[in-house]
């Protein structure tokens, strides 16, 4: 992957390859919160679900239920004003750029005294930025991913536009000489994998013809977490159930 991404953090971007086409990219801004950093990305393997093989003489096991095909609603985006001190006061949020269209919110810190907090402590639960969440403007820009990020600092006031994601599930049969079909990027310190391509004929093009490029892969098989954790979740499952994200 060509693009280049800058950050508050050092240069940190490493190409790997795990499972399909992976590329590690800095693309992280303002502080880790503290809960956040319980599931870094060297987590022992005993947080990934393993399979054993079932002996010979077990009965087969019945094919689970399809996941129904999604139903993606347009969501209304949501006005957010967060004050801070000072503009050098960190906001109480992890974010990455990934995408380059959209902020996305990875964690967000349970500390309320943080900008973040107090607002989320003084707005009805429908108006709370949460994880997961997408922000497509700040203080009137909108052009870019890292424009945006840009006009977050040096200032002490952000209005900002929220907007809520569309969430999905598609169970996957992986294909043991192809993986899953997908091309994807993330950064240390974040929460998910941005799909950057859907491989033509592939295992998620067959099965989850609706998977696009620029969503993002969230949770897999209910766990949550580094994308290192994502990404070792979905190896140890021959049928990984896929959480999608997409802002519309």
């Known amino acids: 992957m060509g693009a280049a991404c ?4 050092e240069e940190r971007g490493t190409s790997i390859e795990k499972i399909d086409k992976v590329s590690a990219i800095a693309a992280t ?17 005993d947080d990934v679900v393993q399979k054993d093989e079932a002996p010979a003489e077990s009965p087969k096991e019945e094919e689970p239920p399809q996941l129904p095909a999604p139903e ?21 949020w992890t974010m990455d750029f990934l ?4 902020l996305f919110i990875c964690d967000v810190s349970s500390d ?31 052009e870019s991913a890292q424009v945006m990020n840009g006009a977050l600092r040096n200032v002490d006031k952000l209005d900002l536009l ?5 969430t999905w599930q598609r169970q996957i049969t992986k294909d043991p000489t192809s993986g899953v079909g997908l091309e994807l990027s993330h950064a240390r310190g974040t929460s998910s994998l941005v799909i950057q391509e859907v491989r033509e004929g592939g295992v998620v093009s067959r099965e989850a013809p609706e998977v696009q490029p620029g969503d993002r892969i969230t949770a897999v098989d209910g766990v949550t977490g580094t994308p290192d954790k994502l990404m070792r979740t979905i190896a140890a499952s021959t049928k990984p159930v896929i959480q999608f994200s997409r802002a519309l």
């Not at 209304?76 to 050098?88: D, G, L, N, Q, T």
């Open 112 to 142: 309320e005294r943080t900008p973040l907090g107090k607002y989320n402590a003084g707005v009805p639960e429908d108006r709370r930025i949460r994880p997961g969440d997408y922000i497509m403007e700040v203080n009137g820009e909108r």
């Open 72 to 92: 993606f609603k347009k969501q209304e985006p949501f006005k957010a004003v967060v004050i801070k001190k000072s503009h050098r006061e960190a906001i109480g």
């Open 29 to 45: 801004t303002d502080e880790v919160s503290p809960d956040f950093n319980a599931a870094d990305d060297d987590d022992d393997d």
């Open 6 to 9: 800058c950050c508050a953090d």
């Open 162 to 166: 929220v907007l809520r994601p569309n």
């Open 99 to 102: 995408d380059e269209r959209l």
